[in-house]
Protein backbone atom coordinates (compact mmCIF):
# COMPACT_ATOMS: atom_id res chain seq x y z
CA UNK A 1 0.00 0.00 0.00
CA UNK A 2 1.31 3.33 -0.90
CA UNK A 3 -0.39 6.77 0.63
CA UNK A 4 -3.80 6.68 0.78
CA UNK A 5 -3.90 3.72 -1.96
CA UNK A 6 -4.66 0.04 -1.51
CA UNK A 7 -3.80 -2.46 -4.04
CA UNK A 8 -5.71 -6.13 -3.78
CA UNK A 9 -7.24 -8.90 -5.92
CA UNK A 10 -9.96 -8.20 -8.57
CA UNK A 11 -11.37 -11.69 -7.37
CA UNK A 12 -11.38 -9.96 -3.49
CA UNK A 13 -13.09 -7.21 -4.46
CA UNK A 14 -16.04 -8.87 -6.04
CA UNK A 15 -16.02 -11.32 -3.86
CA UNK A 16 -16.84 -8.54 -1.58
CA UNK A 17 -19.54 -7.57 -3.98
CA UNK A 18 -17.46 -4.58 -5.34
CA UNK A 19 -16.32 -4.10 -8.93
CA UNK A 20 -14.98 -1.25 -10.98
CA UNK A 21 -15.91 2.51 -10.09
CA UNK A 22 -18.04 1.01 -6.79
CA UNK A 23 -16.94 1.76 -3.33
CA UNK A 24 -16.10 -1.28 -0.42
CA UNK A 25 -16.02 -1.18 3.11
CA UNK A 26 -11.93 -1.93 4.33
CA UNK A 27 -11.20 -2.70 7.81
CA UNK A 28 -7.73 -2.52 9.06
CA UNK A 29 -7.74 -5.71 12.47
CA UNK A 30 -4.29 -4.41 13.28
CA UNK A 31 -4.88 -0.43 13.17
CA UNK A 32 -5.83 0.91 16.37
CA UNK A 33 -9.74 0.84 16.84
CA UNK A 34 -9.48 -1.72 14.47
CA UNK A 35 -9.64 1.56 11.44
CA UNK A 36 -12.40 1.75 9.23
CA UNK A 37 -12.50 3.12 5.34
CA UNK A 38 -14.35 3.10 2.41
CA UNK A 39 -12.55 2.32 -1.14
CA UNK A 40 -13.31 3.36 -4.13
CA UNK A 41 -12.12 0.92 -7.14
CA UNK A 42 -10.52 2.87 -9.40
CA UNK A 43 -12.46 2.02 -12.76
CA UNK A 44 -9.04 2.57 -14.89
CA UNK A 45 -6.88 0.33 -13.02
CA UNK A 46 -9.51 -2.36 -12.81
CA UNK A 47 -7.97 -5.99 -14.23
CA UNK A 48 -10.32 -8.55 -14.09
CA UNK A 49 -9.90 -11.80 -12.19
CA UNK A 50 -9.57 -13.73 -15.25
CA UNK A 51 -6.69 -11.25 -16.64
CA UNK A 52 -4.21 -10.36 -14.74
CA UNK A 53 -6.16 -9.74 -11.33
CA UNK A 54 -5.87 -6.33 -9.70
CA UNK A 55 -7.62 -3.71 -8.26
CA UNK A 56 -6.75 -0.13 -6.73
CA UNK A 57 -8.44 1.18 -4.62
CA UNK A 58 -8.03 4.96 -3.26
CA UNK A 59 -8.96 5.20 0.29
CA UNK A 60 -11.78 7.98 2.08
CA UNK A 61 -9.51 8.29 4.72
CA UNK A 62 -6.46 6.91 6.90
CA UNK A 63 -5.11 6.59 10.46
CA UNK A 64 -2.07 7.98 11.86
CA UNK A 65 -0.58 4.69 12.71
CA UNK A 66 -1.12 3.18 9.07
CA UNK A 67 2.33 3.07 7.44
CA UNK A 68 2.78 2.23 3.91
CA UNK A 69 4.80 -0.76 2.52
CA UNK A 70 8.39 -1.01 1.48
CA UNK A 71 8.23 -2.20 -2.29
CA UNK A 72 11.13 -4.12 -4.05
CA UNK A 73 11.56 -6.47 -6.85
CA UNK A 74 10.83 -10.42 -7.27
CA UNK A 75 13.93 -10.41 -9.67
CA UNK A 76 16.55 -12.51 -8.50
CA UNK A 77 14.56 -13.66 -5.47
CA UNK A 78 14.83 -17.64 -5.90
CA UNK A 79 15.37 -19.28 -2.86
CA UNK A 80 14.74 -16.63 -0.76
CA UNK A 81 11.93 -17.57 2.07
CA UNK A 82 9.08 -15.13 1.95
CA UNK A 83 5.63 -14.48 4.18
CA UNK A 84 2.78 -13.00 3.49
CA UNK A 85 -0.40 -12.27 6.20
CA UNK A 86 -3.82 -13.60 5.86
CA UNK A 87 -7.48 -13.99 7.26
CA UNK A 88 -7.75 -18.08 6.33
CA UNK A 89 -11.07 -19.90 8.00
CA UNK A 90 -8.69 -21.56 10.45
CA UNK A 91 -7.08 -19.13 11.46
CA UNK A 92 -7.86 -16.41 14.67
CA UNK A 93 -10.44 -13.82 13.93
CA UNK A 94 -7.18 -11.00 13.36
CA UNK A 95 -5.49 -14.00 11.06
CA UNK A 96 -2.45 -15.10 11.01
CA UNK A 97 1.34 -15.38 8.77
CA UNK A 98 1.86 -18.10 6.07
CA UNK A 99 5.10 -18.86 4.52
CA UNK A 100 6.84 -19.97 1.19
CA UNK A 101 9.70 -20.20 -0.90
CA UNK A 102 10.52 -17.95 -4.01
CA UNK A 103 10.29 -19.86 -7.07
CA UNK A 104 11.39 -18.42 -10.53
CA UNK A 105 9.24 -15.87 -12.38
CA UNK A 106 6.66 -17.19 -15.09
CA UNK A 107 6.14 -15.50 -18.58
CA UNK A 108 3.25 -13.68 -19.34
CA UNK A 109 0.79 -15.99 -21.13
CA UNK A 110 -2.54 -14.67 -22.90
CA UNK A 111 -3.98 -11.45 -21.59
CA UNK A 112 -1.82 -12.44 -17.60
CA UNK A 113 1.38 -10.78 -16.90
CA UNK A 114 4.63 -12.41 -15.55
CA UNK A 115 3.87 -14.31 -12.06
CA UNK A 116 6.13 -15.37 -9.03
CA UNK A 117 5.94 -19.37 -8.32
CA UNK A 118 6.09 -19.97 -4.55
CA UNK A 119 6.91 -23.88 -3.45
CA UNK A 120 6.60 -25.12 0.26
CA UNK A 121 3.49 -22.57 0.50
CA UNK A 122 1.04 -25.26 2.04
CA UNK A 123 -0.30 -22.52 4.60
CA UNK A 124 -0.64 -20.26 2.25
CA UNK A 125 -4.14 -20.66 1.46
CA UNK A 126 -7.56 -19.74 0.46
CA UNK A 127 -7.93 -15.90 2.45
CA UNK A 128 -4.25 -14.64 1.82
CA UNK A 129 -5.94 -13.69 -1.57
CA UNK A 130 -4.54 -9.99 -2.06
CA UNK A 131 -1.99 -10.05 0.63
CA UNK A 132 1.21 -8.34 0.52
CA UNK A 133 4.49 -11.40 -0.47
CA UNK A 134 7.33 -10.11 2.07
CA UNK A 135 11.14 -11.35 1.00
CA UNK A 136 12.75 -12.20 4.70
CA UNK A 137 16.09 -11.61 3.23
CA UNK A 138 15.73 -7.99 1.85
CA UNK A 139 12.50 -6.80 4.34
CA UNK A 140 10.63 -5.63 1.34
CA UNK A 141 7.49 -6.38 -0.84
CA UNK A 142 7.99 -8.15 -4.10
CA UNK A 143 4.61 -9.04 -5.17
CA UNK A 144 0.99 -10.18 -4.19
CA UNK A 145 -0.39 -13.39 -3.54
CA UNK A 146 -3.09 -14.24 -6.02
CA UNK A 147 -3.53 -17.39 -6.27
CA UNK A 148 -3.35 -20.92 -4.86
CA UNK A 149 -3.30 -24.57 -6.60
CA UNK A 150 -5.49 -27.64 -5.91
CA UNK A 151 -4.05 -31.01 -5.54
CA UNK A 152 -4.06 -33.24 -8.48
CA UNK A 153 -6.02 -37.17 -8.03
CA UNK A 154 -2.73 -38.36 -6.28
CA UNK A 155 -2.53 -35.45 -3.71
CA UNK A 156 0.72 -34.31 -5.62
CA UNK A 157 1.14 -30.51 -6.37
CA UNK A 158 0.46 -29.06 -3.22
CA UNK A 159 2.10 -25.85 -1.87
CA UNK A 160 2.26 -24.50 -5.05
CA UNK A 161 1.22 -20.56 -4.93
CA UNK A 162 1.33 -17.59 -7.36
CA UNK A 163 1.93 -14.32 -6.73
CA UNK A 164 1.14 -10.93 -8.85
CA UNK A 165 4.99 -9.55 -8.60
CA UNK A 166 5.69 -5.71 -8.07
CA UNK A 167 7.07 -5.08 -11.91
CA UNK A 168 3.07 -5.96 -13.51
CA UNK A 169 2.05 -3.47 -10.22
CA UNK A 170 4.12 -0.95 -10.94
CA UNK A 171 2.95 -0.66 -14.63
CA UNK A 172 -0.03 0.12 -13.41
CA UNK A 173 0.79 2.39 -11.01
CA UNK A 174 4.27 3.96 -11.50
CA UNK A 175 3.73 5.69 -7.94
CA UNK A 176 4.82 2.16 -5.89
CA UNK A 177 8.50 3.38 -6.69
CA UNK A 178 11.00 0.43 -6.06
CA UNK A 179 12.91 0.88 -2.69
CA UNK A 180 16.62 0.48 -2.52
CA UNK A 181 18.12 -2.78 -0.25
CA UNK A 182 17.53 -1.70 3.02
CA UNK A 183 20.82 -3.10 4.88
CA UNK A 184 19.78 -2.74 8.33
CA UNK A 185 18.11 -5.99 10.06
CA UNK A 186 17.77 -4.66 13.43
CA UNK A 187 18.33 -7.47 15.90
CA UNK A 188 19.12 -9.96 13.62
CA UNK A 189 22.26 -11.12 12.56
CA UNK A 190 24.18 -10.81 9.44
CA UNK A 191 24.39 -14.38 7.22
CA UNK A 192 26.64 -14.75 4.05
CA UNK A 193 23.25 -13.40 2.27
CA UNK A 194 24.18 -9.96 3.69
CA UNK A 195 27.60 -10.17 2.78
CA UNK A 196 27.64 -7.55 0.16
CA UNK A 197 26.63 -4.80 3.14
CA UNK A 198 28.66 -6.37 6.30
CA UNK A 199 32.30 -7.19 5.37
CA UNK A 200 33.67 -6.96 8.66
CA UNK A 201 36.70 -5.28 10.26
CA UNK A 202 39.56 -5.14 7.36
CA UNK A 203 43.07 -6.11 8.60
CA UNK A 204 45.65 -3.04 7.72
CA UNK A 205 49.06 -3.46 7.10
CA UNK A 206 51.55 -0.45 7.14
CA UNK A 207 55.72 -0.35 6.32
CA UNK A 208 58.04 0.32 9.09
Request: with cysteine.
Amino acid sequence: MTEGVLVTCAHVVRAAGGGPGERVGVVFPHVADRFRAEGHVVSGLWRAPEDEDVAVLHLSSKSASMRSLLLGSAAGCRGHQVRSFGFPAQAPPDGHFGFGVAGDLLPAVGGRGPHLQLTAANDLTTGFSGGPVLDEITGLVIGMLTEITAPDEYVRGQGIAYVTPTQVLRELLPELAEQELCPYRGLESFTEDQARWFEGRKMQYGRS
